[in-house]
Every structure is written in structure tokens, then in C-alpha cells.
């Protein structure tokens, strides 16, 4: 142990691995504790050091920051002068003064104004309470930072400020709350009143009659605030007599240049509507459910109030499974619901937790959750025969799947429940880890496939099981190891709504991108002898594909691939039938060998499918049975021998090409009205049924490839039966069809769930589903328990947006919270202005207002879909352009679009040009995905510490029980029971029973005060 230790050093190291390792409160104390007794530190060096963590988290601000501020500053471990010294010197007016003074640094970085005004709250919340100022020093060293910050903040000729917008506003709104405590305190009244240097005083009264002025322009919304301030700087004698007034007149030049209009806010609700509408949008088409894009957007809709959120969460989470259920949703819709609730809720619990204040506990807010839903729409497994209801045991299923979790003890199941349940609770020791199923998976090739079937459970397992089985499948393809891929892949296809499972855990791009990549480069080995079994793996690995594609609408964008890549091509051509001369030779050779192989009598010879890659027969199959179309009409081959041919493409090692020849079919139908259509209804009899006999696996792939098929070919085949309706034999294919409906995950729906056609139908539908909205979360404000409108489906926007024009669809939000707005009925139209607000903010598949890339995946989202359309958002930006205009003639309306706008400009602040990247807890990074994948990684290593993309918080932490100490496991990233939760341990990476000073040179006889001037 050594003298010359630098604290510095060492408690800068401490904090940044508390932040990355989200320790709570109560355990960050009695590390402190433990660090402080050895290796003291001045208190402003340590509240220099505790901001400068922020910039582990770029421009996103960690709420854990906040929780650590609040107990050093109880504690006294850190002085009000000290902390709200630090901000300001990280902050943007006081870069602005450098600036001005032309002493800017050259790499320059400022905290983000959430950071400010979060912590000036506190500060304020410290001197209206009387805890501070603790001595004279510190409230004379406060009132000299705030005089100098409000100088800042009023300055002219802002080079670093944009335009006025919401986050300067409430750093304005926050610093102007703080000097008003400041200012009112009865000990620094006393202060002033005893007397203070002449030069402070000077320079505070200058300050604030400055400050002043221009905060009631900023903010004219709460003049009652400014005048406050204004009244209390007078009575304690804060006015120059020699001020001129230039001071005031510039601020006022200043404000009036940078906000030319301002309208009264609405109070800000967080209704019950709101986290509905967002997770809807979420699960209404493929699952957009990135861990770090809907922590982000709800961090910034909450401000930091994590208790709220989390049981905001639950409770919508429930809602949306409820609503679907009344709306009579597929099976497959209700299952990925309840999988979301069960499954994906519980690990977001637990990321969340870490940010939460010590006194609040996970299975409190469980608790308040479930007193607003409904135990007689969610029924317990003691209700027996009495309900039939789908969602019976989900509250029981949930709260097994938290026990899992550690979110709460399993002896308080009983009193959550409201009865014994007659299974008993998991152990949270049994959850599963993801490196625990990798290494399962080596030792057992097997295992890969009952995990897979284990997907389907309701236990919240799902997580762990999708990162490892994406790992797999990775892996399998890095290695081409083709047989494991064949038995994964005929697994995962044979049951498509498992595809939900998984995208609601890890991206696209994770799975398809290696799958898209092994086909590219498929080749035959030099020493290959059988061809077939190739067909085989390439068809069971291009069908999986095929069916994320088709079920979901994807593009090459979601995908990941380039356009250039096989998939790609097969998505643009893979219904043509080529010309002869436009094929060529190689291709030509194809065709005929595979002509003959199929359609004349005997065993397919080796050398069709030996000299024929599986891509290259992808390409030509359409073709191929064009020609056998036209030479079946004319006679050339006749019903046995296409019969024969049909069979081979009903071979699992060819059953991916009905895709490509029906596609053709389905082509030459519309285009070719007067053909004749027995040869074609011939093949889809033929194709459309399977024998009962073949093989489970062979008749899972072929349901599969007629789900893809259904929407495209019984459209087509209605519209031959338009077309001739004496025709008897359409009919009996249609209804072979019918069972496999339920597969497409389109945001669009289907048409029969509009009441009437026409736009002035689709207008009345969505002005009804957004008061519908109003009116459930009026309801909720005064009654725990209200179930949801059985009458909203998230995908009526979509398809008003997609029918009407993103333009017409605000037109009918704002018309509505205008017209509550005009009735005078304060509390509904604030209701209305947050439901609108969760509209325009909603992610969608396509023209997504907030980017979801999936940066915490192990492949990331490059790119988002884009129509050529605007979105909800865009068309609100562009009518709040024009505000100022519509000012003059509709002053309501005018306010509405203003007020609207800010409320969506600050939930979507923290997404417009940032990437998210969630580590162990709730801590993002920035992070630009356009800059290219590297850039990504690298953004990802830096922020989570080498986190190997495991994706789901669920798996990159083994959280014991999240109330207790940490036990710091696998990567030093666990949370659990037990374990010596020491400062050496959390300094090492990991906790042990070691001397918590083993390895660290820790510093001695540091003076514990710091002298305040």
C-alpha cells in the first residue's frame, strides 16, 4: 500500500464499472463506503468524476447517474456548490462563454441537456427540503455558479445553441426553478441579508435581472414562474440601480429572435393508452421488439419515473393480450402475445430494476400492476370448467415466469394470485443461460432440436433459448456444416409461428443474413458422389428463408443481404419464365437435362442434379414448366408423365421450387386471360394436397410452402372463378387451402375488418378508435380496472395512413384534440394530446418514425424500409412549419399542431440521429448505423465491455434475486444471490472473498473536506 496511489484514477474505475454493471443503490453505498475509507477524495474532484461518466452513454442519459447523485449528495459525499459546479462546466452555455472568449477547446464535449435539467431538479428539490446549503461556504460557492450560469444561458450570438427547442427550454425552466429555490432558501436569505462581497452580489443581481427577463419569454407557457422569481430578487434587495437596462433589452432581442411564437402547454399524463398504442405498433405486423430502441423511447416518455413505467408496461402488456382475444385474433396472434407478456416482459423487469430506488421493489410494482387488470378476463386455473377463456393461467404463467426471473419470491405468488396455485414455481437457479445451452448443444447435436420444440412453452425460457439457438445457427454456417443446418432449419419451418418467438428476441439480419450467405456460396465439394442429398440441405436451409420472407414481407433492407445475393434475385425473378434466346448456354444445357430427368419415364439420373448447382435449377424452374405447360396443351407429354414430374417436385429435396412454378402460374393466369386453364388446375390439384403417408417432416414443409402460397393464389384462383364460373373444380382448391390462412404477419390485415368501404367509412373508423382510446384512459384515471376497447387495431392507421395519406390521418387526430381542447375540458384534452402523441410516435415496418436497429443484436439493422411516403411525424413537423400562419385565422388549431409537436419531438429526442445499445442494465451508447456495421461494433464493445451481442438482457446476466448483493459470474456481468459484493471484486471484474484492496495501490490520509472559498 503506497501513498502515491491516484484516487483519480481508482474511483473514476469504480464508477464506470458500478454504471456498466448496474449496481443498485444499496450496494453502491456500501461499496463507496468501503472505497472511501481507504482511498478518500476531495468532493468536487468526485462529482467531476461521477459526470464525466456520462460519457459511457454518449448523448442518452443513464438514470442509474442520477440515483448515484442523489445518495452522495445525501451523504455529503459530494456539496450542492460542488455538483452543480461540475454540470456547469460540462455544460452547453458554458462552452458558449468559452467560445465567445475564444478559449473554446479544440475536442469539446458537453453533457446532453436531459443530464442538466434532471440534476438541477434535484439540486432544487435539496434546497427546498432545508437539507442545503450545510454551510456558508457552500451557498455562497452555489450563488456564484448559479450567477455565472445564468449569464451563460442569456448570452447573444449563441454559436454552439440550435434554434430554440424543447431540451433548452427545460434546462431554462429548471435553472430558473433552482435560483427561485436558491433565492427563497431562509439560509441563504440570511446570507444576503448579513451581506455578501460586493462583487457577488453585483453579478447575481445582473444575473438575475437578466435571467429573468429572457425566462419569460423562453418559457411564457408558466409566467406565474419568471414573475415569482422576479418578486423574490426584489425583496431581497438583488437590483443594480446602475444597470441601463442594455442587459434586459438584449436578452429580450434574444428571445424574441429564437421563439416567435409560444403557446401554453397541456400537463403532461402518462395515460393508459399510451404504452398500449406503443407496444401495438410493436406487435401488429413482424416484432420491432429491440430491447434498446423501446427502453430508449420509454425512458424519454417517463423522464426517468422507472416505477411508473414499469408497471405501465406490465399493465399494457396485458391489455394488448386482452384486446386481441376480444377481437377474435388468431390463435397464432393470441400465442405471440402471451410470449411477449411471459417471456420477453420479465427480462426488460429486470434491466429496468437496476435504476429503481432501493425502497421500491420489483414485486411492488407487480403488485400495482395487476390491481388494474382483470382476474375475471384473465381467470385463474381455479375456475376450471366454469371458463373456457384462452387466457386462463396467463396472470399465474407471468408471475412463475417473474419467480424465474428473481423478480419476486415464489412464497408470494399465493397473495399476488389471490389463491394456491396447484403447480409449484420454478427455481430461479433453473432459468436457462445462454452459455449454459451453447455448451449443451456442443456436448449433444440433438439438444439444438428439443430446444427449438421447448420455444413453444410459456415459461420464460424463451430468451436464452433463441440466443442460443441464432448462435447455432450461426455457427453451423460459418463451419458449413449443412447437415446440423438441414435439421435446424426443418424445424424451425415446420412451425411458423416459433418465427414470432424469435424476432421478438434478436433481428432479422441475426438468423437470415449467415442462412442468405451459406446459399450464395453453396458449391459442390470436389470429391461429392451424391448430389441429392445436397438438393436436400439447400432446400430445407432456402425454404426457412423463404418463410421469414414471405411471412413477414421482408426486403434484401430486413434481411441484411445484398441485392446482388441470391435470395434477392429469387425475390425479383423467381416467377419468370425466360425466353430461349434470352438463356444461356449453360442454362439452356440445364434446362433441357432437367426437362428429361423430370417428364421421362424412369429414376431422375444423378448427372441432372451432378451438373446442376441448386441455385442455377432455382433460376430456371419457372421456365422449366412453362414449357411443360405449353407442351402438355399440345400434346407433347401427356398426363402420366407430368404427373411424374410432379412427384419429383414433390420430393422434399425439390419442394421449395412450388413457390417458383406457382409464382409463374399465378403470372401467367392474370396475364393470360383466354389460356386454356385445365392443365394449370391439374398441377395445382396435384401440388396443393400432399400424401398423409410421407414423411412428418416432408408434410411440415409442404404446409409451410402452401401458407406462403395461400394469400397470392387464392386471390388468383377467385378471380379465375369470376372469370368462369361454370367451372367446378376451382372451388374444391380454394377449400383445400383454407387451413392455411393463418400465416402471413402483414400490417395491414384484412379488409373485413372495416365496417364499410370508402375513405369517408375508413375517416369515421379512426376518429372512433381514437376517441375510443380518450375515453378508456379518461376512465382509467378514476377506475383501476378498465379492459380495452375491443374496437382499436393498431393496423387501421397503418391502412389509413396507406389509403388516405399520412396528411388526412393527422388531420383527424388533431381535429380531435382540438375539439376537447374547445370544450374546455382540461384533463381529457391532455389525455388526447398524450394518445396522439403515441400515434405519431409508433414504430412501423416501413417509414418508421423511430429507427429499430437493433444495435444490441449480433447483427445489427442497416437500414430502415422506405415507401416514398411521409410518416405521421413528418406530416406533423410540416404543419407545425406552418403554425405560425394558421396562427392568425384558428388560434386553437394553431396550439394543437404546436403543442402536439413538442410533446413528439422530445419522446422521439433521443432517436432521431442515435443509435441504442442496451448493456446488463439500461445504459445506452451512440451509435450511427449509417457510418457501417464496424462502426456499430465497435460503438457496442466500448459501451457494454465486450459483451459478445448476447442480445436479450435476460442472458448476458444470471440475476439470482435482483433485490440482493451482487454475485458477479461468467464475464463479471451477473447479478445474484450472495457472493462478497467487495470493492476489489467489482474492480477485478468479479466479486470474491479476496482482500478488497488485493492488487489496488489505494491512497492514505487524503483531507476529507473540501475548503470552500
Known amino acids: 500500500m503506497t501513498a502515491t496511489a491516484d484516487p483519480v484514477k481508482i474511483w473514476s474505475s469504480f464508477l464506470e464499472r458500478c454504471l456498466k454493471n448496474r449496481i443498485r443503490v444499496d450496494q453502491f453505498e456500501r461499496l463507496t463506503e468501503e472505497l472511501y475509507k481507504r482511498t478518500p477524495i476531495f468532493r468536487r474532484t468526485l462529482a467531476e468524476l461521477l459526470l464525466d461518466c456520462q ?63 434532471i440534476i438541477l431538479d434535484q439540486l432544487t428539490r435539496a434546497f427546498v427540503s432545508g437539507k442545503h446549503p450545510k454551510t ?14 445564468m449569464m451563460a444561458i442569456t448570452k447573444p450570438n449563441d454559436p454552439l445553441m440550435p434554434a430554440l427547442d424543447h431540451h433548452f427550454v427545460l434546462v431554462c425552466d429548471a435553472l430558473g426553478m433552482f435560483a427561485t429555490a436558491i433565492v427563497e432558501n431562509p439560509r441563504i ?38 414573475n415569482r422569481l422576479d418578486m423574490s430578487q426584489k425583496q431581497r434587495g438583488l437590483t443594480d440601480e446602475g444597470l441601463d437596462g442594455s442587459s434586459s433589452q438584449t436578452a429580450l432581442d434574444v428571445a424574441a429572435a429564437i421563439q416567435v411564437e409560444s403557446v401554453i402547454d397541456l400537463p403532461s399524463m402518462y395515460t393508459r393508452a399510451g404504452v398500449f398504442i406503443f407496444l401495438s405498433s410493436l406487435l401488429s405486423a413482424y416484432p420491432l421488439t429491440d430491447d434498446s430502441m423501446m427502453l430508449g423511447y420509454l425512458s424519454m416518455r417517463y423522464k426517468g ?27 397464432q396472434t393470441i400465442d405471440s402475445l402471451k410470449s411477449f407478456l411471459i417471456n420477453k ?14 425502497s421500491v421493489t420489483p414485486e411492488f410494482c407487480i403488485a400495482q400492476a395487476l390491481q388494474h387488470v382483470d382476474p375475471n378476463a384473465f381467470p385463474p386455473f381455479s375456475s376450471g370448467m366454469i371458463s373456457n377463456s384462452t387466457l386462463q393461467e396467463v396472470r399465474q404463467e407471468f408471475l412463475f415466469a417473474c419467480v424465474l426471473h428473481s423478480l419476486l419470491p415464489a412464497e408470494n405468488i399465493d397473495r399476488l394470485l389471490g389463491e394456491t396455485p396447484l403447480a409449484y414455481p420454478p427455481n430461479p437457479h433453473s432459468r436457462y443461460l445462454k452459455e449454459d445451452l451453447l455448451q449443451q448443444c456442443a456436448n449433444d447435436p440433438g439438444k439444438v432440436i428439443q430446444l427449438i420444440t421447448e420455444l413453444e412453452k410459456l415459461d420464460g425460457n424463451a430468451g436464452a433459448i433463441v440466443h442460443a439457438v441464432t448462435e447455432v445457427i450461426r455457427n453451423s454456417c460459418a463451419s458449413k456444416d449443412t447437415m446440423s443446418l438441414k435439421s435446424i432449419c426443418n424445424a424451425i419451418t415446420g412451425k411458423p409461428p416459433l418465427l414470432d418467438l424469435f424476432l421478438q428476441f434478436t433481428s432479422p439480419p441475426s438468423i437470415l443474413q449467415p442462412l442468405c450467405h451459406v446459399l450464395d456460396t453453396w458449391r459442390y465439394e470436389e470429391d461429392q458422389v451424391e448430389f441429392q442429398p445436397v438438393y436436400d440441405e439447400f432446400a430445407s436451409v432456402f425454404l426457412l428463408v423463404l418463410t421469414f420472407i414471405y411471412r413477414y414481407d421482408f426486403t434484401p433492407t430486413e434481411l441484411g443481404i445484398n441485392p446482388s445475393s441470391f435470395v434477392a434475385i429469387f425475390l425479383i425473378n423467381g416467377d419468370r419464365a425466360f425466353q430461349v434466346d434470352e438463356l444461356s448456354q449453360e442454362q439452356a444445357k440445364h434446362l433441357t437435362s432437367w426437362t428429361r430427368g423430370l417428364f421421362e419415364p424412369g429414376p431422375l439420373p444423378d448427372d441432372v442434379t451432378g451438373s446442376c448447382r441448386p441455385q442455377q435449377f432455382y433460376q430456371i424452374v419457372p421456365t422449366l414448366f412453362a414449357q411443360a405447360v405449353v407442351a402438355y396443351a399440345e400434346g407433347v407429354i401427356d398426363t402420366k408423365a407430368m404427373d411424374s414430374g410432379l412427384e419429383y417436385i414433390l420430393e422434399p429435396f425439390l419442394l421449395p421450387s412450388l413457390i417458383g412454378i406457382i409464382r409463374w402460374m399465378i403470372t401467367y393466369i392474370w396475364s393470360h386471360p383466354k389460356a386454356d386453364t385445365d392443365v394449370l388446375l391439374h398441377i395445382l390439384r396435384r401440388v396443393t394436397r400432399i400424401s398423409t403417408q410421407s414423411d412428418p417432416d416432408v408434410q411440415a414443409m409442404h404446409a409451410t410452402i402452401m401458407s406462403i402460397l ?7 384462383l377467385h378471380n379465375l372463378t369470376r372469370r368462369h364460373p361454370e367451372r367446378q373444380d376451382i372451388s374444391p382448391i380454394l ?50 380496472v378498465q379492459n380495452p376497447p375491443s374496437t382499436y387495431a393498431h393496423r387501421q392507421f397503418w391502412i389509413g395512413q396507406r389509403l388516405l395519406g399520412a396528411k388526412a390521418v393527422l388531420g383527424i387526430i388533431l381535429d380531435c384534440i382540438k375539439a376537447q381542447t374547445e370544450a374546455q375540458n382540461g384533463t381529457a384534452a391532455a389525455i388526447a394530446l398524450d394518445v396522439a402523441a403515441s400515434l405519431v410516435c409508433a414504430p412501423t415496418p416501413e417509414d418508421t418514425p423511430i429507427p429499430v436497429r437493433w444495435l444490441g443484436s449480433v447483427a445489427p439493422v442497416l437500414g430502415a424500409r422506405r415507401s416514398g411516403r411521409i410518416n405521421l411525424a413528418e406530416a406533423l413537423k410540416a404543419e407545425f412549419d406552418e403554425a405560425g400562419r394558421l396562427m392568425g385565422h384558428d388560434t386553437v388549431a394553431a396550439e394543437t399542431v404546436v403543442r402536439l409537436w413538442k410533446r413528439v419531438e422530445q419522446q422521439l429526442a433521443a432517436q432521431a ?30 459501451a457494454v465491455g465486450q459483451v459478445d451481442g448476447a442480445g436479450d438482457v435476460g442472458d448476458m446476466v444470471d440475476y439470482g434475486a435482483v433485490q440482493g448483493g451482487m454475485d458477479l459470474d461468467d464475464d463479471g456481468m451477473g447479478m445474484g444471490m450472495g457472493g462478497d459484493s467487495s470493492v476489489n471484486g467489482l474492480m477485478q471484474g468479479g466479486l470474491t472473498d479476496d482482500d478488497i484492496f488485493g492488487g489496488l495501490e489505494l491512497g492514505e490520509g487524503m483531507d476529507l473536506d473540501y475548503p470552500f472559498n
Request: aromatic share 8%; proline share 5%; hydrophobic share 40%.
Open 55 to 117: 460519457s459511457l452513454t454518449g448523448n442518452i442519459v443513464d438514470p442509474l447517474l442520477f440515483t448515484y447523485c442523489e445518495y452522495l449528495l445525501g451523504v455529503s459525499r459530494i456539496g450542492a456548490a460542488d455538483l452543480l459546479s461540475a454540470l456547469f462546466l460540462r455544460s452547453r452555455q458554458h462552452a458558449n462563454s468559452l467560445a465567445a472568449e475564444g478559449q473554446l477547446p479544440s475536442k469539446l464535449v458537453c453533457s446532453p441537456p436531459e443530464l442538466d435539467h
Open 305 to 331: 419515473d422507472t416505477q411508473q413505467l414499469v408497471v405501465d408496461l406490465i399493465v399494457a402488456s396485458f391489455d394488448l393480450l386482452l384486446s386481441a382475444t376480444e377481437r377474435n385474433e388468431s390463435g
Open 136 to 149: 456558508r461556504g457552500e451557498g455562497l460557492s452555489t450563488l456564484k455558479v448559479l450567477s455565472q450560469w
Open 913 to 942: 440521429h442515435v443509435g441504442l445499445v442496451v448493456d446488463a442494465g439500461v445504459g445506452v451508447v451512440e451509435g450511427d448505423m449509417l457510418a457501417g456495421m464496424e462502426v456499430a461494433a465497435a460503438a457496442a464493445v466500448a
Open 735 to 784: 377449400n383445400t387451402l383454407k387451413p392455411y390462412s393463418d400465416f402471413r404477419r402483414s400490417r395491414y390485415g384484412t379488409t373485413n375488418e372495416w365496417p364499410g368501404s370508402g375513405s369517408i367509412n375508413l375517416k369515421h373508423t379512426l376518429h372512433n378508435s381514437f376517441q375510443a382510446m380518450v375515453m378508456w384512459s379518461t376512465q382509467a384515471t378514476i377506475q383501476a
Open 189 to 226: 436569505s440570511g446570507f444576503i441579508d448579513a451581506g455578501i462581497q460586493k462583487d457577488l452580489r453585483k453579478d447575481l443581481s445582473q444575473a438575475l435581472s437578466s435571467f429573468v427577463a429572457y425566462w419569460g419569454h423562453v418559457s411564457p407557457q408558466h409566467p406565474q414562474n419568471a
Open 345 to 358: 416482459i420479465p427480462a426488460l423487469l429486470v434491466s429496468l430494476m437496476g435504476s429503481m430506488y432501493p
Open 710 to 716: 395461400y394469400p397470392m393464389l387464392s386471390r388468383s
